[in-house]
């Protein structure tokens, strides 16, 4: 860029004040496939007689909107970092579980006795379901 100032003539280089991005590594091109072919599974063991088909639909049209909208970026070039992707796939994960056994019937309370006898909400349900409600 070249500036003319009283007679003289200013060079200024623009630097840039963040490095270009680097170049996906194969690790981070993997691991959204991974976690897509994690929740395909899982969505298909969930779509299986799950306890209440309507709750179960409740639960997944909205998850697989969102990730069918991530697919949709991704292959237009939006990518996001692994540990992105990783913590995204933390809700999908969740609700597709949640959504096959109903959220109060799944069968993690047992691992969790402290959690369900003080419960801070005073109810009887699972410390799972609890837990779970705070994720949403």
């Known amino acids: ?13 623009l630097v840039p004040m963040i490095p270009p991005p680097a170049a996906p590594t194969r690790f ?9 072919a994690g929740y395909i599974a899982l969505f298909t063991w ?7 088909r309507a709750t ?3 639960e ?6 969102i990730v069918a909208t991530l697919v949709i970026l991704y292959v237009r070039g939006i990518r996001f970092s692994p540990l992105a992707y990783a913590l995204m796939a933390v809700l999908p994960y ?6 096959h056994y109903t959220f109060e019937r799944v069968p993690f309370g047992g691992t969790c006795t402290i959690a369900s006898r003080t419960s801070p909400w005073g109810s009887t ?3 799972s379901s609890n ?5 949403e």
């Open 125 to 127: 349900r699972s410390a």
């Open 60 to 65: 997944n049209i909205p998850i697989v909107t």
């Open 131 to 135: 837990i779970w409600s705070l994720a």
């Open 1 to 13: 860029m070249t500036f003319r100032v009283a007679a003289r003539v200013v060079h200024y280089q």
């Open 46 to 52: 969930a779509a299986i007689a799950p306890y209440d």
């Open 94 to 99: 969740l609700h597709t579980v949640g959504g």
């Open 28 to 36: 981070d091109r993997t691991i959204p496939g991974v976690l897509l």
């Open 56 to 58: 179960w639909w409740a």
